[in-house]
C-alpha cells in the first residue's frame, strides 16, 4: 500500500510515544486518523484535540466506518499490543494492510536523508538536541522524536525546506532495522530487550545489522569504546567520540559549578569554545558532542551551535525539573536501564553533593527485572533513601519469583523500603525526616504520580 495514496489510517496502541509521532505526520498530510490504546494519557487527549479520534475500549464496533474501508486503511500497531487484541484479530482477518510503527517510520523516511540515531540509552535526549540544533539554524530539518520536546512540545517537527530528517533508531524488536540512515550515531550498546534478543551476543549483532544499512556515502559517528564491530559499507566514514576519552569528537576544558555546565568541542577540523548546557546535567556533555557532531557534519555554524545548545530545553521526562528551590528538588526522569539509573544518580549527587538524594523508581518489565536486577541495585545503592515500586509490567505477564523485591535485597545502603505505588503519596505526607533532594525514575507509569508529589512536597 503507498503510504502517500491512503485517506486512512488506524493505529492499534495510538498511545506510544514513537506512534504519536506517526500519527501527528499523517494528521499533517490531511488523512483522517483513529485508533485504540488502553488508557487515557495526556498525550492522547491532546492527539485528539489535534483532529485523531483515539478511543480506550477494544472494541470493533468503535473502529470508524472511513477505517473499514479495505482499499483506503492502513492498520499500524505497535509490538507491545498482543496479537489477540479483538480489533488487530479483525484487521488481519479481513485482509487489511497490518504493519509495524517500525516499517511505516522507514517508509516515510526512505526518500529523505536520515540522521539516526540508536542505543540502549542517550538516544532521546541525542536525537533531540540533533533536532533542535539543526531547527534552529539555517540548515533545518524534519525530526521524528522519543519525547516530547520542550522547545516545540512536540515529537514531530516538518520541514518545507530540508530534507534531513532526525530519526530516534529503536533497536526494541529490531525496530531499525527499517531504516537506511545517511548517518548515524550508537551512544551505547549495553545489552537490554533480552526477552526479544536472548542473549548479550544477539543483542550486539543487532547493532551491527543496522550499520550495514548506512548508505554508502553516509558516516557512523560511535561512541569510543562500545563493544561491537560495524559492518559498513564500502564509502562510509567511521567517527568515534566521548566526552572525556577522547575519539574524533570530545570536550576539553569542562567546568561545572553554580548549577551550569560548560566544555569546549574539539573535533578534527573545529574547537568551539564555552559551549553551554541547556540542561547541566554531567551526561549531556557526552550526548552533547554526539548532537554537534551530527549539526557540525551537516553545515551547522559554530555560532549556532553554541546558540542551540544554551537554548535546548530537554524532552519532558529527561531529567526534569518539577522543584527547584533552595530546600526541596524535585526531579523526574525517564531512566529504565542499570546504566541510565547509574547516570542519572550519579549526575544528581554532583549537582546536590551537600543534600540527602532520596530515589524513587518503579522497574519497567519483569523480564528486565529479572535480567538485571544485580545492575539495578548496584546503581540504586548509590543512592542516600531509595523508595522502590512494585514493577510496571508494560506488556507482559507475571514472572513466577520476580518482583522488585528481587532488586531490594541486593541493595546495600540501609534506608530503603519497597512499597505499592498507590502507598506513596501518604508515605510522602507522613514522612517525618525532611526530603531535599527527589528523584523519580521509571518508563512505566510513575510519571503520573510527579504532580500529586510535586503538590505534597511544595506544601510541606
Avoid at 472511513?66 to 484487521?91: G, I, M, N
Avoid at 568541542?265 to 554526539?290: H, M, S, T, Y
Amino acid at each position: 500500500m503507498n503510504i502517500n495514496t491512503v485517506k486512512a489510517v488506524y493505529f492499534v496502541g495510538a498511545g506510544g510515544i514513537g506512534m504519536s509521532a506517526l500519527i501527528r505526520y499523517f494528521l499533517s498530510k490531511g488523512k483522517f486518523v483513529a485508533g485504540y490504546d488502553k488508557t487515557p494519557s495526556a498525550l492522547t487527549e491532546q492527539l485528539n484535540k489535534e483532529g485523531a479520534a483515539i478511543h480506550y475500549e477494544d472494541n470493533v464496533d468503535l473502529i470508524p466506518e472511513v477505517c473499514k474501508s479495505l482499499s483506503d486503511t492502513l492498520v499500524v500497531y505497535t509490538p507491545a499490543v498482543p496479537e489477540s487484541h479483538t480489533e488487530l484479530v479483525y484487521f488481519h482477518t479481513n485482509g487489511f494492510e497490518v504493519v509495524k510503527r517500525a516499517r511505516v517510520l522507514g517508509e516515510v523516511t526512505n526518500c529523505s536523508r536520515g540522521l539516526c540515531v540508536a542505543g540502549t540509552h542517550g538516544k532521546t535526549t541525542t536525537s533531540s538536541m540533533t533536532a533542535h540544533l539543526l531547527k534552529q539554524s539555517q540548515v533545518d530539518c524534519n525530526a521524528f522524536l522519543g519525547g516530547i520536546l520542550k522547545n516545540y512540545n512536540s515529537n514531530l517537527m516538518l520541514s518545507d525546506k530540508s530534507d534531513l530528517t532526525v530519526i530516534e533508531a529503536d533497536e526494541f524488536d529490531r525496530s531499525f532495522h527499517w531504516l537506511t540512515p545517511y548517518m548515524a550515531v550508537i551512544t551505547a550498546a549495553d545489552p537490554d530487550h533480552l526477552d526479544i534478543y536472548g542473549t548479550p551476543e544477539a543483542y550486539h549483532e543487532s547493532f551491527e545489522k543496522f550499520t550495514s544499512l548506512i548508505r554508502p556515502d553516509g558516516i557512523l559517528i560511535m561512541k569510543k569504546g562500545i563493544s561491537i564491530t560495524p559492518r559498513l559499507q564500502k564509502g562510509v566514514r567511521l567517527y568515534t567520540y566521548s566526552a572525556t576519552d577522547g575519539g574524533d569528537f570530545h570536550a576539553e576544558n569542562i567546568r561545572i559549578g553554580n548549577g551550569e555546565i560548560f566544555f569546549d568541542f574539539v573535533a578534527p577540523d573545529v574547537r568551539i569554545a564555552d559551549i553551554q548546557l541547556g540542561v547541566p546535567v554531567k551526561v549531556n556533555i557526552e550526548n552533547g558532542i554526539a548532537a554537534i557532531a551530527l549539526a557540525w557534519l551537516n553545515g551547522v555554524t559554530a555560532d549556532e551551535i553554541k546558540k542551540g545548545m544554551a537554548s535546548f530545553a530537554g524532552p519532558v521526562r529527561r531529567f526534569d525539573y518539577h522543584l527547584k528551590k533552595d530546600n526541596i528538588v524535585l526531579i523526574d526522569d525517564y531512566a529504565h536501564h542499570p546504566e541510565e539509573l547509574k547516570a542519572s544518580i550519579l549526575s544528581v549527587k554532583e549537582l546536590y553533593a551537600d543534600k540527602k538524594v532520596t530515589g524513587i523508581f518503579q522497574p519497567h518489565l519483569y523480564t528486565r527485572t529479572r535480567d538485571f536486577a544485580a545492575d539495578f541495585a548496584a546503581s540504586l545503592s548509590l543512592l542516600d533513601e531509595l523508595i522502590l515500586l512494585d514493577i510496571y509490567p508494560a506488556r507482559e505477564k507475571p514472572i513466577s519469583g520476580i518482583t522488585s523485591q528481587v532488586i531490594l535485597d541486593k541493595v546495600t545502603i540501609s534506608a530503603k523500603r519497597l512499597i505499592c505505588k498507590d502507598e506513596l503519596l501518604d508515605l510522602i505526607k507522613s514522612e517525618k525526616e525532611s526530603l531535599e533532594v527527589v528523584l523519580m525514575v521509571g518508563a512505566g507509569n510513575i510519571d503520573r504520580l510527579v504532580e500529586p508529589v510535586k503538590e505534597i512536597l511544595d506544601k510541606k
